[in-house]
């Protein structure tokens, strides 16, 4: 069973930085693509960041995002992290971590960026 569980969210001023964290089980993690996606109030649910499997480990930014979030891996935790730097309004949104191949979502972390 995929469990994924996503921490590190918060209330945050605009041009501050949060790091997400996410903690995977029930899968083979270190070969496993992964994602971190965003879903606003009112909007559908978008990609933010991509991490290929544990061999090259290559990433992927949504536009609005890059230069300013770096999506990050640890397979010895079985963890996959979002650095947020320079945050906007616009990013305020409940962020979720995913692993490609499969389905299943975590709770996500909320993330409120005020102006």
């Known amino acids: 069973q995929v469990k994924l569980v996503e921490s590190g969210g918060g209330l945050v001023q605009a041009g501050g930085s949060l790091r997400l964290s996410c903690v995977a089980s029930?899968?083979?993690?270190?070969?496993?693509?992964m994602g971190w996606y965003r879903q606003a109030p009112g909007k559908q649910r978008e990609l933010v960041a991509l991490?290929?499997?544990?061999?090259?480990?290559?990433?992927t930014y949504a536009d609005s995002v890059k230069g300013r979030f770096t999506i990050s891996r640890d397979n010895a935790k079985n963890s996959v992290y979002l650095q947020m730097n320079s945050l906007k309004p616009e990013d305020t949104a409940v962020y979720y971590c995913?692993?490609?191949?499969?389905?299943?979502w975590g709770q996500g972390t909320q993330v409120t960026v005020s102006s």
């Open positions: 995913k692993a490609l191949a499969y389905d299943d």
């Open positions: 991490i290929s499997s544990a061999d090259s480990a290559s990433t």
């Open positions: 029930g899968i083979t993690f270190r070969i496993r693509n």
